[in-house]
């Protein structure tokens, strides 16, 4: 020290009252430092719990305009996909009322004709096999299908079934090969020569009328398949009426188009108007709250920063008047009492000898 110690008891109660007025500033501190934490951690969850509210506020009110609309679309897209199989369907019934028409004729004119083809078979009494296309292919062939008809019949009876029926036996031989094809050309080129005179030599006239009005059939059929092509690839459908279908499904079409935009407005509106009103409102809930949060913790930081600074000033204080003189490890309240005690007691005449005494004595 600057000037010597007169009163070490004094001097020690001094350095005493310092270092308990040090302690309890060190505990103010950490109170007020534990507090100033407590108040962030509020702050921050009541900050958080506005936050998370406003968002999933925000996104149920997004979610019901969009539900909303959706469901109005969705209605308004099962009408249309009703009112489009309507107009299809009656496209399709057009479609074939108009073929039955444009057909009409010459379908008459194949029942006449095979009308006309019983009556001269009746008259002739040709056996009704023979107004088949299989027996005209046969005895008659006319056109590819008649000719690859009978190709296939002479295949399967002269080639087919003979080697089917070699291959099925339990021994092969070139002689037996022989006498299948000798047995199946006997057996089916006599039934086919059988017929052959049964039918075509007896009634040549009739079965030769009848080629002509199979051909004539044939021919219609033909139109026919061209009349229905031709109305099926059509593409003006003014013929059918759909007047009233294509007027609904233009109505339908811009009245979706209109929620379309209606929901796109909404949406624009919520997201530039009604979600600032509603995030001002959930705050505006909380906004005293987190202002007096906010206040609490600003007063205890600054608390704890004037707490701060008294320890500062206070520990320095006693390690520049008092530590430096009686050392750090006697800066504990019962130790400068059992100083002082052993000075008051007699024992020791200064602070130096007490300090040395208290050694000697926890030696």
Not at 130 to 159: D, H, Q
Not at 281 to 295: D, V, Y
Request: proline share 2%; net charge positive.
């Amino acid at each position: 020290m600057a000037q010597p110690i007169t009163d070490q008891v004094g001097f020690l109660g001094e350095a005493c009252r310092a270092v308990q007025e040090l302690s309890a500033s060190r505990s103010l501190l950490e109170k007020l430092r534990l507090e100033e934490k407590r108040l962030e951690k509020e702050l921050e969850a009541e900050r958080k719990a506005v936050t998370d509210a406003i968002s999933l506020t925000v996104k149920k009110r997004i979610e019901e305009i969009n539900d909303t609309y959706d469901k109005e679309i969705a209605r308004e897209q099962d009408h249309l996909k009703r009112i489009r199989g309507k107009r299809e369907k009656a496209k399709t019934q057009g479609i074939k009322e108009r073929i039955e028409e444009e057909t009409a004729e010459l379908k008459g004119n194949n029942r006449e004709l095979t009308l006309q083809m019983k009556s001269v078979f009746q008259q002739d009494r040709v056996p009704g096999f023979c107004k088949g296309g299989w027996y005209y292919a046969l005895y008659f062939p006319r056109g590819f299908s008649e000719f690859f008809v009978l190709l296939l019949n002479i295949f399967l009876f002269f080639l087919a079934i003979p080697c089917g029926i070699y291959l099925l036996l339990p021994e092969k031989s070139p002689f037996y090969l022989m006498g299948i094809y000798f047995a199946a050309i006997l057996f089916f080129g006599g039934l086919y020569i059988f017929i052959n005179n049964f039918t075509k030599v007896r009634h040549q006239s009739a079965l030769r009328k009848g080629r002509s009005i199979r051909d004539l059939i044939k021919t219609n059929k033909r139109k026919i398949r061209i009349i229905t092509r031709s109305i099926k690839r059509d593409r003006d459908e003014a013929v059918y009426n759909l007047e009233k279908y294509d007027d609904e499904i233009a109505r339908i079409e811009q009245d979706l188009s209109d929620i379309a935009d209606k929901k796109r407005e909404a949406l624009n509106t919520f997201d530039k108007v009604t979600r600032t009103i509603l995030s001002d409102e959930i705050a505006g809930n909380s906004r005293e709250k987190i202002a007096k949060l906010e206040k609490d913790y600003e007063e205890t930081g600054a608390r704890a920063k004037e707490a701060e600074v008294r320890v500062k000033e206070q520990t320095l204080f006693i390690n520049d008047n008092y530590a430096s003189y009686i050392g750090k490890e006697f800066m504990v309240p019962e130790r400068l009492d059992e100083l002082a005690d052993m000075i008051r007691m007699g024992k020791a005449s200064t602070i130096s000898e007490s300090i040395t005494l208290y050694k000697s004595l926890k030696e």
